[in-house]
Structures are given as structure tokens and as C-alpha cells.
């Protein structure tokens, strides 16, 4: 059974950073890509960063040269570090997962974590 678990989030002062994790069972990361979306209060939900099964990356322009993306192969999880934090930053945050390769579309979802940008 495919199940994704998102975990780190919380509240954050401005300027600091969000370490979050999405780890995956039910399947390997080297057969998926897992993309990261986050849904701020009253706006759509947008899709910010996403690594193939190749490890190829991709970062939204929202945080684009904030956040790094790592595989911790042991834990089968995707880590997102988001630096600098903003309040715009404030959302809803969830993991999925497709066959390989970034995309529009995704198979499977996490639940979400939430997360404050707050003083």
C-alpha cells in the first residue's frame, strides 16, 4: 500500500528555516518522483518543488534559491529545506508521488503539514 507521511512542520519565525519530510512506503523513491505543493490560506494550491526518480530538481520561483531538496535513501523519505522564511511562506504542505519523471499530475498524496511564519 502507497502511503506518504509529511512531518516538520509548525511554527517558524520569519527568516528562519522549515525542514520538512516526506517519507514514502510502500514503494522506492528511485522508481518515483515526489513533488512538493503548498496551499496558503485563501489561494490555490501550487506545486513549489519536485524531484524525478533521477534526481533531477525543480524549484518554483517562489522559492528559488531558498530551498534545497534532498533523498534520504535510508529513511525513504525527500527532505525540503526552505531557508529565509517569509509569512507568505504560511501554508499547507503535502507530498505526492508519480512514475519518475516531474509532472502535472500526481498518483498519490500525503495528508499535509501545516506551517506558520510568525513572530
Known amino acids: 500500500q502507497v502511503q506518504l507521511v509529511e512531518s516538520g512542520g509548525g511554527l517558524v519565525q520569519p527568516g528562519g528555516s522549515l525542514t520538512l519530510s516526506c517519507a514514502a512506503s510502500?514503494?522506492?523513491?528511485?522508481?518515483?518522483?515526489i513533488g512538493w505543493f503548498r496551499q496558503a490560506p485563501g489561494k490555490e494550491r501550487e506545486r513549489i518543488s519536485c524531484?524525478?526518480?533521477?534526481?533531477?530538481?525543480y524549484y518554483a520561483d517562489s522559492i528559488q534559491g531558498r530551498a534545497t531538496l534532498t533523498v534520504d535513501n535510508a529513511k525513504n523519505a525527500v527532505i525540503l529545506q526552505l531557508n529565509s522564511v517569509l509569512p507568505e511562506d504560511t501554508a499547507d504542505y503535502f507530498c505526492?508521488?508519480?512514475?519518475?519523471?516531474?509532472?502535472?499530475?500526481?498518483?498519490?498524496w500525503g495528508q499535509g503539514t501545516q506551517a506558520t511564519i510568525s513572530s
Open positions: 505526492a508521488a508519480r512514475r519518475r519523471l516531474c509532472g502535472q499530475s500526481f498518483d498519490y
Open positions: 510502500g514503494f522506492t523513491l528511485s522508481d518515483y518522483a
Open positions: 524531484i524525478s526518480s533521477y534526481g533531477r530538481t
